[in-house]
């Protein structure tokens, strides 16, 4: 059974921090790209970053780079994302999602998704 599980959310201020982590199970992950989304109540899902797992190189959307950082442990199956510098503009139910193509930004891309969790930056 293939599981993506999410954690690592919570409720932060205008410029503080979280670590995301995404613990994947039921896929070999080493032929994969695992990525990021997010998705604001209203608005489209909206890519954030992703990482090939067998090199480990990284595309950041031009709204993070700089303050959000993508990494995986293989020991663990289990893909990070570090967001620093947090906004309100950030607050949004974040994803993770693996996929077969390289660095691809489209949702439609990604084949296994999890159910998200919840980052809400206060003002």
């Known amino acids: 059974q293939v599981q993506l599980e999410e954690s690592g959310g919570g409720l932060v201020q205008t410029g503080g921090s979280l670590r995301l982590s995404c613990e994947v199970s039921?896929?070999?992950?080493?032929?994969?790209?695992m990525g990021w989304f997010r998705q604001a109540p209203g608005k489209v899902r909206e890519f954030v970053a992703t990482?090939?797992?067998?090199?480990?190189?990284?595309t950041y959307a031009d709204s993070v780079k700089g303050r959000f950082t993508i990494s995986r442990d293989n020991a663990k199956n289990t893909v990070y994302l570090q967001t620093n510098n947090l906004n309100p503009a950030d607050t949004a139910v974040y994803s993770c999602?693996?996929?077969?193509?390289?660095?691809?930004?489209?949702?439609?891309?990604?084949?296994?998704w999890g159910q998200g969790t919840q980052v809400t930056v206060s003002s």
């Open positions: 999602a693996a996929g077969r193509y390289s660095y691809a930004r489209a949702p439609s891309a990604y084949d296994h």
């Open positions: 990482i090939r797992w067998s090199v480990g190189s990284t």
């Open positions: 039921g896929l070999t992950l080493s032929s994969l790209s």
